[in-house]
Structure formats: C-alpha cells, structure tokens
C-alpha cells in the first residue's frame, strides 16, 4: 500500500487505513519473515530445514559438489553470514575457512551451533591399527599427544551422530526463535525417528553380505563403516589436496589382494583418475559415493543420500 500523491484520501484517512492494515495483520507480517541460517555444509542445510520447516530460509556455503578440505569462501558468503541469525557448523577443524568468514562478518550477537560437540570421535586410523592402541595405554606420552589431537570430522555418516547433531540444531533454532519451539520439537521426534528406521533398516541388508571390505578415497568413512558394518581396509589419500605416493599405491595393491578388496569407493569431489588406475592393477570395482549430499543425483537429502551410498555400496559388493 503506497500513499503517494496521487492518493486522494485525506491524511487522517490515511492514517486509519494504516491503522486497520496493522489490525488486520499484526501477526502475519512478522510469522512471514524467515530466519536467515548459514550453515558450512549441505549436509547440515538438509538437518536444519528438517527441523526448522518453512520458518527458515538456510543458506549452505559450500555445495555437494565442492570438497569440505579445501573451500575457499566467496565475498557473498561474508554478506550471507552478516544477516544471518543462527549459524551451523561442524567445528572439529573441518571448516578452517568458516572462522575468518565470521570473524570479517563482526556479529558479536550471532548464535554458532557446533554440532560435533558430544559426538564420540574416531582418530584417523585408529581402528586398523590395534597394536597401536594398545602402546597408547602403556605410552602415556602417546596418549596425552591422541587426546589433543581433534578426530576424523566426517561425523555426520553415521545415523547416531546425525541424531546428536540434529539435537543441537534445535536447541539453537529453539534459541533464537523460542515461539516456535513446540514446533521443532515436533519436526525433530519425527525426523530421529526416520533415521532410526533408515539405520535398522540398512544395517539388515549390510549383515547378508559375506564380503564387506573396501579401500576408500579419502578418510571420510570410518563412522559409517563402523555404525553399518563395513570394514575400511585403506584409504587412497590420506589428505585431501595431496598425492598418494608410489610406495603407497604398491602397498594398497598388495594389501587388497592380501585381504580380498573387491570394491573402491571414489567420491565425486574429488580427482577419480587415482581409484580408476587402482581398480585397472588389481581388477576391483569402483564406485562413486559421496560424503555430502546433491553430489549424485537421487540424493538431495541426507537419508536419500545414505540409502543410496549403502545401496550402491551393496550392490557392488555383491558383484552386481
Ligand atoms: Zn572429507
């Protein structure tokens, strides 16, 4: 409603028209506004719009198709993080490049959700290393030196931790929009519910299969392989951004014939000439899972995205 020159109405008519327009929609004008979220992955986009429902508007930084490791942020991510009420990341040191982002963003009043916090971590080659773990016990040096060191960040792979990571992001949207909290308590029952059954219902389909071991791109899989059953035999990469070397290359060669590595899981992220030269020298399959969603189509969401990975996962393992 304008009231320009051409408005005939006299001023105080004017101002009962304004007057009515507020009774009419006192509530309305404001219900409508969204609460701007920026989070760092997509992955976290998917969880808060599941709990946040049509009162959020959330912006992810990086795309499915972008690697977590090695993001650069764009000037528009500084202006997204500037309006933004609530923002939503990993931590764990996955996402170096958020920090500089919120700090030139100066919002000392905005709310930062980390959601790995609580989240039992798994250290980068723990699990295939025993003996290892057990010098940690006697070495205390060691073991003072694990403590510090932060744990593999790709958390969100397993169910579990979405689940905890879900949690946090409704206290947080609770937090800065407490009107709305019956309702995301609502979204959030329903949506841990959902992922309770995704997990059992996987887990089923994972236990038939006699052979389960994989050699994967980099370690983005280890909380996945644990919660579902599948066993990582190696990694191509141990960091992103680098290459593997020639020695590296002959001990996973050797290593997956030892232990009878039939599939290579490649991720779409990142360079597929390295697992296509290893599936030539030892005759596995490779397949093409991705740790974030909207990278391969058919998984937009984060349960699309982990019935798919497992799907295919099982498929190739079968040798179908
Ligand atoms: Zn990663």
Redesign the pocket.
Known sequence: MRFGRRDKKSPSQAVLLLLGSLLLFPIGLHAEEKIPVVVTLPVLKDFTEQVGGPYVEVKSLITGLES??TYTPKPSDILAVKRADLLVKIGLGLEIWVNSLIKNADRPDLKIVTTSDGVGLIRDHAERNDHDRRDETIDRQHAFKEQHTMGNP?IWLDPENAKIMVRHITEGLIDVDPAHKAEYMRNQSRYIMELESLESELKKQVSQLANRNIVTH?P?WPYYARRFGFVIKGDILTQ?GTEPSAKHMGDLIKLMEREKVKVIVSEPQLNPKIPQTLAEETGAAVVVLS?LPGAVPGTETYIDLIRTNTETLIRALEGR
């Open positions: 977590e490791h790709h980099h983005a992103v740790p």
